[in-house]
């Protein structure tokens, strides 16, 4: 097909933002599109060359469409840059400046989507010496073929700057009339296949049919299923009861696709990362004890191999970025990946099957190792139970906890509510201790649940607002013990009252309205992040900045 038929749907989808309007524009186009052209269209209308879960990438950027620019118009690249700042866009000012140079070779020969889809594979695939020069050539001369209005839109293209608005949504919408499929089911084969082009092909070939029949691969992402947010563990054991409770861990997700000896490593956005994780293709060759299998998990980066505390997510963020000296960052910065999930083994997709029996399947094929792990889980149905190892997760520094229904299927691709994910506000208090109570049994020597309070601004009165007492360590009790025996006022029972002038940084997972205290507020699940031995009781929050926060969460 010629580019310029492609073009002129270009320059019809640039002038409109209205979804159904661009609907309908490329619905009626894709009507015109041979089957076997479907697939390159579809990408092409998206702005992209490639899927994202390619090996290949095009990495062109501006420096380099410059050269090519001034290869073809025999300009200074001083002049060309000009030009873009000017046009704010290097498309209109390469049809600018090109516009003298095309029109000899006008009546060569017409550029089409082959041509261009065949010189980017050949330019993605060049690495090293001289390979610069070569990508410059394999530009110039799509350049050449090409009509002014062409060239606008090739090296918007080229530099995957297209941004038509041309997503997802309105992709399947124009399938769905183009071919008078139903879109849900349009969605469903993309989930499973990763790839709109084929899902085009198909719908277009063999209608609902056929779409029903798409299956996930090894070797092709599929999309993930996401998870809701729940408030409070309560709140996620009225979604279902009892639930699996595991750990949030606080790094990326990750889909392993093992194939034989073969593994691939996409993330969340479909990317494929095998390259970055060496160390994880190896765990996963050598611990998935299957022939073919795709399971999910999360990557974690990880201070040391010796005490495994997880580091901030920007760490990972360098490993996932990092194209070159691998070896180097794979010491730097270890990983360690927590798989949760198994949706295809031996051949055989496993989604229809529930959570449960997936996470069996899970446990059955993987042999675990300190770096290569399972999820913790427990399975309650108790508040009390699910609320300590909350807490034991936060304690360990992880996010929080995912609530999993573990009677449902995997929905790739949408958050229907089968997964909760449960996690702290992140903003912490500064409050100031006012009470405590002795603890029990083994703790009774220790004052073991601390009583909190604000200021109120007005009156200058402390308020309390929440106990605090699950996640110290026996250590941490008598550290605080020690720190506040000497404060202690009065006694009633266990309970005592202290006189305020400890001060702790405090983190929590909501606050709610309450009768129980005098601020009319209560912290759910707050814990302590450190003491501020920095602070006076004068510089605790007041009641107003609660007030905001909880303002600022509604908002
Ligand atoms: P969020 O990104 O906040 O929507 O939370 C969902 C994400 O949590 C998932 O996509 C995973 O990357 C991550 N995650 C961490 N631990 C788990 C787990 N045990 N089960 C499922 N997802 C998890």
Redesign the pocket.
């Known amino acids: 097909m010629e580019f310029s038929k492609l073009a002129s749907v270009y320059q019809k989808l640039e002038r409109i933002s209205s979804r159904l309007e661009m609907t309908s524009i490329v619905s009626g186009f894709l009507d015109e599109v041979p089957d076997d052209e479907l697939p390159e269209v579809i990408m092409f209308l998206q702005g992209r060359v490639f899927p994202p879960w390619s090996e290949k990438e095009l990495g062109i950027g501006n420096r380099l469409m410059i050269k090519a620019i001034s290869r073809m118009s025999g300009l200074p690249e001083e002049r060309i840059e000009d030009r873009i700042r000017e046009r704010g866009d290097t498309g209109l000012a390469a049809e600018e400046l090109l516009v003298n140079k095309t029109q000899t070779t006008l009546f060569l020969e017409k550029l089409t989507l082959q041509k261009i889809s065949s010189n980017l594979n050949k330019l993605a695939g060049l690495m090293g010496k001289g390979a610069q020069d070569r990508k410059i050539s394999y530009i110039h001369e799509l350049l050449s073929f090409a009509t002014p209005l062409e060239i606008r839109y090739l090296v918007r293209l080229i530099l995957e700057e297209l941004r038509l608005g041309v997503g997802r949504g309105v992709v399947r919408d124009a399938i769905a009339k183009a071919f008078r499929v139903d879109a849900v089911l349009v969605d469903r084969a993309y989930s499973l296949t990763s790839d709109m082009g084929e899902v085009a092909r198909v719908a277009k070939r063999e209608g609902n049919t056929g779409l029903k029949q798409a299956e996930m691969r090894t070797g092709i992402p599929v999309e993930?299923?996401?998870?809701q947010?729940a408030n409070s563990i309560e709140d996620a054991l009225e979604k279902f009861s009892p639930a699996a409770f595991?750990?949030?861990?606080?790094?990326?997700?990750?889909q392993i696709h093992k194939e034989g000896n073969r593994i691939f490593l996409f993330t969340?956005r479909l990317e494929n990362v095998t390259n970055q994780f060496p160390e994880i293709a190896e765990y996963a060759r050598d611990q998935i004890g299957a022939k073919s299998a795709i399971v999910?998990?999360?990557v974690v980066a990880i201070e040391s191999r010796a005490n495994r505390r997880p580091r901030p997510f920007q760490d990972l963020s360098r490993r996932i970025k990092r194209k070159y000296n691998i070896k180097e960052m794979v010491e730097k910065i270890p990983v360690e990946v927590?798989l949760?999930?198994a949706i295809y083994l031996d051949g055989r997709s496993r989604i229809g099957l529930e959570f449960m029996k997936r996470r069996k399947l899970l446990e059955k094929i993987v042999s675990r190792t300190e770096f290569f792990r399972i999820?913790?889980?427990i399975v309650t149905s108790d508040p009390g139970e699910a609320g300590e190892f909350y807490q034991h997760a936060l304690k360990m520094g992880?996010?929080g906890?995912?609530a999993?229904n573990l009677d449902a299927p995997y929905q790739p691709g949408s958050r229907v509510g089968y997964?909760y994910?449960i996690?702290p506000i992140m903003e912490t208090l500064d409050l100031v201790l006012v009470g405590a109570t002795w603890g029990e049994g083994r703790r009774a020597k220790w004052l073991a649940s601390y009583l909190l309070a604000v200021i109120d601004p007005d009156s200058g009165r402390l308020l309390t607002i929440g106990r605090m007492g699950t996640g110290f360590t026996d250590e941490e009790f008598k550290d605080m013990t020690e720190l506040l025996k000497d404060n202690v006022l009065e006694q009633v029972g266990k309970e005592v009252k202290l006189k305020p002038s400890v001060v702790v940084e405090v983190a929590y997972e909501e606050i709610q309205r309450s009768p129980t205290y005098e601020s009319g507020y209560a912290l759910r699940f707050p814990r302590l992040v450190r003491i501020r031995e920095d602070k006076g009781i004068n510089d605790a929050d007041t009641l107003t900045r609660v007030e905001e926060i909880l303002e600022s969460i509604k908002g």
């Open positions: 993930v299923m996401l998870a947010k595991e750990i949030k861990y606080d790094g990326a997700r990750i969340r999910e998990g999360e927590n949760f999930d999820s913790d889980e992880h996010e906890v995912m999993k997964m994910k996690k």
